[in-house]
């Protein structure tokens, strides 16, 4: 993909000035380490669904049912944390903390800083006040976000999205001290699923009793308190696909292919037919998120790494597909300052639409091969050589393909050679 574009979109002179900027471009996508195993489909369903979050966040009719697929990004992201912390359960006997905080930094930081800096350049330049955007920016970087929304929504709604971000920090947080107490207490074993689904239970419970008590839709909707058991339900997938290895039971196996076209009807049904096109209803706080949103979320990240050749894989591996999952995350920073900025020049919404998608994906490009890789790069040579394997390396057993989530690290300290094969032969 990135051999062939955007560079022979290009006129020729314009195609040489934009070398310098390409060339990292393809060095960042090429030179890639998935420490659990590269799944493409789960890149390319995250992308696909950061699409419809983008454009719910333009007109929300046009993709009612895209608050699921924030529980479906919990789930993922819990999954693939989890999966990295029995990493080193298996491999050093201890959740390597100092480790394990080094990755998360060097994944969120820098892309979220220099958003930021860009969205206060920008708010200085053509939209002030500077100093309330000061504010918000200060709010987001403090991973306060969920908890500012609840209490003062207006003073956050220019880059609110970052709640997603709040919630998240505080699990990485919180959640290797409280997996290591749990694995001291029950190993690896059945027992430390059923500890992780009680706290889920617990999560869920609570829930239930603030919608029961009339708690408004902000306060069950952002906060880490009332969402985590979209994140525990993560967690306890990864040990159970580490409890049961693929291979182990034939006739599950067999199953997961079949489960393909209910799963694509159900999301596409959800997403566009079934799903209230003004909002979710308190009912999707007291079971809608769970069921419609959780548990199908498993089984369709379950399905695609222990499986192939399925109309979903069909579907997530197209290579455009896999891109916008490689750098999802960046889209996700970049998307709602840039729709917020030209809603404030009246743009139409499908105008910013089809202006801020595009701005979108290209900084988010931008940040992921310019800096994103410098500091993945440097957490890739602090590991030993062993763990800077290549992206066709064996997987490991944890699953036979893990969520490529956060973990996209630079393998290569050295500059590599101008490819000769496109990105989507390489992937294949």
């Known amino acids: 993909m990135f051999h062939s574009w955007p560079s022979h979109a290009l006129p020729g002179l314009l195609r040489t000035a934009a070398a310098p900027v390409l060339a990292p471009i393809r060095d960042a996508f090429r030179t890639q380490v998935y420490p659990l195993g590269y799944v493409p ?17 333009v007109s929300h009719t046009l993709v009612p049912g ?24 298996d491999k050093h006997g201890r959740i390597r903390f100092r480790e394990f905080y080094a990755r998360r930094f060097a994944r969120i930081v820098p892309p979220l800083l220099l958003m930021l800096a860009a969205y206060l350049l920008f708010t200085w330049l053509l939209r002030p006040p500077f100093l309330p955007a000061l504010e918000r920016a200060a709010i987001a970087l403090g991973y306060i976000a969920n908890y500012w929304y609840v209490f003062d929504p207006k003073t956050i709604e220019d880059i609110g999205h970052t709640w997603t971000l709040s919630t998240e920090e505080q699990f990485y947080l919180l959640w290797p001290l409280t997996f290591a107490l749990l694995v001291k207490r029950f190993g690896v074993t059945w027992r430390l699923v059923g500890a992780i689904c009680a706290i889920a239970a617990a999560i869920w419970a609570w829930r239930v009793s603030l919608v029961a008590g009339g708690a408004e839709w902000r306060r069950l909707y952002t906060a880490f308190d009332t969402r985590a058991d979209a994140l525990m339900a993560g967690c306890a997938m990864a040990v159970v696909l580490r ?6 039971y034939p006739a599950l196996d067999r199953l997961w292919p079949k489960l393909a076209w ?14 209230a096109a003004d909002g979710p209803s ?23 790494g222990r499986s192939q050749g399925t109309i979903l894989h069909r579907i997530f591996e197209q290579p455009a597909a896999i891109f916008l999952g490689r750098i999802f995350y960046g889209i996700y920073l970049w998307h709602l300052p840039i729709l917020n900025f030209l809603d404030s020049y009246g743009v139409w919404w499908p105008m910013r639409l089809a202006i801020g998608l595009p701005l979108s994906i290209v900084a988010a490009t931008l940040s992921y091969a310019v800096l994103e890789r410098r500091f993945l790069r440097k957490a890739a040579a602090s590991r030993p050589p062993a763990a800077r394997a ?3 390396a064996a997987m ?7 969520l490529a989530h956060a973990e996209q690290t630079v393998a290569e300290l050295k ?13 294949a």
Not at 415 to 427: F, I
């Open 41 to 57: 489909s789960h890149d390319g369903m995250r992308g696909l669904m950061t699409l419809g979050v983008v454009t719910a966040h």
């Open 66 to 89: 895209a608050v699921l697929y924030i529980d479906l990004f919990f789930v993922a992201s819990a999954y693939y944390i989890t999966g990295l912390l029995l990493r080193d359960v």
């Open 243 to 248: 409890l049961v290895p693929h291979g182990a």
């Open 262 to 275: 209910p799963l694509l009807l159900y999301w596409g049904t959800i997403t566009f037919v079934f799903w």
């Open 282 to 304: 308190m009912n999707y706080y007291l079971f809608g998120s769970m069921v419609c949103g959780v548990l199908p979320g498993i089984l369709v990240l379950t399905l695609l």
């Open 390 to 392: 290549s992206v066709t």
């Open 396 to 402: 490991p057993s944890l699953a036979p393909g893990s």
């Open 415 to 427: 500059p590599a050679p101008r490819p000769t094969a496109t990105v989507e032969a390489r992937l």
